[in-house]
């Protein structure tokens, strides 16, 4: 029998691996997959590996441990590392217990660390250390429930190229202290207003010169901190992609956005005349619930048709009949493509990175 190229073998797998259901990765199929042929167990252990950690129980990231120790090849797939701890109030994560930071050691393609966990800040300088010995080179990070390390974990993957911030349930410690020098926030960020002194931190008081791409949930622009760390920031005017989860800035905010490209907002705007950034080629309205439609959208499209770059417009299918219909006359008035998103996703959240 003539044996057929990897490259083949690992595309039927990769098919697998992109057409699971609601976007999830079908594990099943994939160890099934590793079982049937010599020629399916790499490709398959590739796409299985690729993200690891997620949802785990410490019994059974124990075990995962084991089985990257005993075959270190596994290590090598991995892309994607979660370490995802759901647990009470009373219970802090054990990095010396649970096998994370001697599993993390194993991982050395590693391109993304996602660290959702409540931490014994008295652990932080030997996890930083630890890490700091491993030689990782992360492109991606993700922070939730660990405030604490945002500034070593910054500090010692200078060359980020996006960080996303997120999920306090409990809120930031009112304390969070300014760094004596300031932190360099990666070309893309995410930062949730749902922990306003964390993101008036690094809007105000961290380097943002290199921020290109900036996406920030649950904003208040009729709160005066909020409007207050936008106003204060220097990353506006280097800004070419925005990504708002509430309504579009006030005019002054629009104002500063000189090289802005992509603009993405997920709630309706008023009935007053707005006038958007002349440099944007893609307007997104995008919302996860029908708004209030009595609301004409007649502002928004005459704003866009002063747009002389504009190329595409956006929309979620959430919006009613009627809002769509004026959009789509709108944009075929001044022959600029319209397209209904299938889903409901709001911002951005890492769309250059597969992180499913």
């Known amino acids: 029998m003539v044996a057929l190229p990897y490259d083949v073998h690992f595309e039927v797998i990769d098919w697998v691996y992109r057409n699971s259901q609601h976007g999830n990765i079908d594990r099943r199929t994939l160890r099934a997959c590793s079982l049937v042929c010599k020629g399916w167990t790499t490709p398959a252990q590739r796409l299985l590996f690729r993200r690891i950690g997620a949802g785990l129980s410490l019994a059974k990231r124990g075990l995962l441990l084991t089985a990257v120790r005993q075959n270190p090849l596994l290590g090598t797939h991995a892309r994607f590392f979660d370490i995802l701890l759901f647990i009470g109030a009373e219970s802090v994560w054990a990095p010396e217990t649970d096998g994370s930071l001697a599993l993390l050691a194993l991982l050395p393609n590693l391109n993304g660390l996602y660290l959702h966990a409540s931490i014994d800040p008295s652990s932080i300088v030997s996890i930083v250390e630890r890490m700091r010995g491993m030689n990782l080179r992360l492109q991606h990070l993700k922070i939730g429930n660990t405030p604490e390390l945002i500034s070593p974990l910054l500090r010692l993957w200078p060359d980020l190229q996006s960080v996303d911030i997120f999920n306090y349930p409990s809120g930031p ?52 901190l909020c409007l207050g760390a936008f106003n204060k920031t220097r990353a506006l005017e280097n800004l070419t992609s925005l990504f708002i989860g509430g309504a579009l800035p006030p005019q002054a905010v629009l104002n500063r956005l000189v090289r802005l490209e992509t603009l993405v907002f997920a709630k309706r705007p008023g009935e007053a005349a707005v006038v958007l950034p002349r440099t944007l080629r893609h307007v997104g309205y995008h919302v996860t619930v029908a708004d209030d439609w009595l609301v004409p959208l007649r502002c928004l499209v005459d704003a866009l048709k002063a747009l002389p770059s504009l190329g595409l417009v956006t929309a979620t299918r959430e919006l009613s009949p009627t809002d769509l219909a004026e959009l789509t006359r709108g944009c075929q008035e001044i022959c600029v493509e319209f397209v209904v998103l299938s889903d409901a996703r709001m911002f951005r959240r890492m769309q250059n990175v597969d992180w499913i």
């Open 173 to 224: 410690p009112s304390d969070l202290p300014e760094p004596p020098i300031p932190l360099k926030v990666p070309r893309s960020a995410a930062i949730h207003w749902g922990c306003p002194l964390t993101a008036r931190w690094l809007l105000e008081a961290a380097d943002t010169s290199a921020l290109r791409e900036l996406e920030v949930s649950y904003v208040r622009w009729d709160d005066p």
